[in-house]
Nanobody
Framework: QVQLVESGGGSVQSGGSLRLSCAVSGVAVTSVCIGWFRQAPGTERDGVASIRLTGTITYADSVKGRFTISRDNAKNTLYLQMNNLKPEDTAMYYC???????????????????WGQGTQVTVSS
């Protein structure tokens, strides 16, 4: 059974940084498409970044140049390094896994089959 557990959220001021972690069990982090999503209250869930088993990475335009997705094979963990955070980055952040190649490249949340419980990120101005 695949399980994903996020951690690392918190409250920071605009311009600050946070690193989110997603501990993966039940599957190797390098053997699936895995990514980060976020959802603010009253809004739809948005794809943030994804990484395919081949290592191909996709970012949403809104985070390019500020966020970096990576994975640690030894720790079987996915990360999201978030720099230069803005108030509009405030959301619950979720880790998800299991999408097809096309859905992974598109960061299409509807195609991801396994989800974590989320971790809250709040950025104040």
């Amino acid at each position: 059974q695949v399980q994903l557990v996020e951690s690392g959220g918190g409250s920071v001021q605009s311009g600050g940084s946070l690193r989110l972690s997603c501990a993966v069990s039940g599957v190797a982090v390098t053997s699936v498409c895995i990514g980060w999503f976020r959802q603010a209250p009253g809004t739809e869930r948005d794809g943030v970044a994804s990484i395919r088993l081949t290592g191909t990475i996709t970012y949403a335009d809104s985070v390019k140049g500020r966020f970096t997705i990576s994975r640690d094979n030894a720790k079987n963990t996915l990360y999201l390094q978030m720099n230069n955070l803005k108030p509009e980055d405030t959301a619950m952040y979720y880790c998800a896994a299991g999408a097809s190649r096309a859905a992974c490249l598109a960061i299409d949340g509807s195609a991801f089959s396994v989800w974590g419980q989320g971790t809250q990120v709040t950025v104040s101005s």
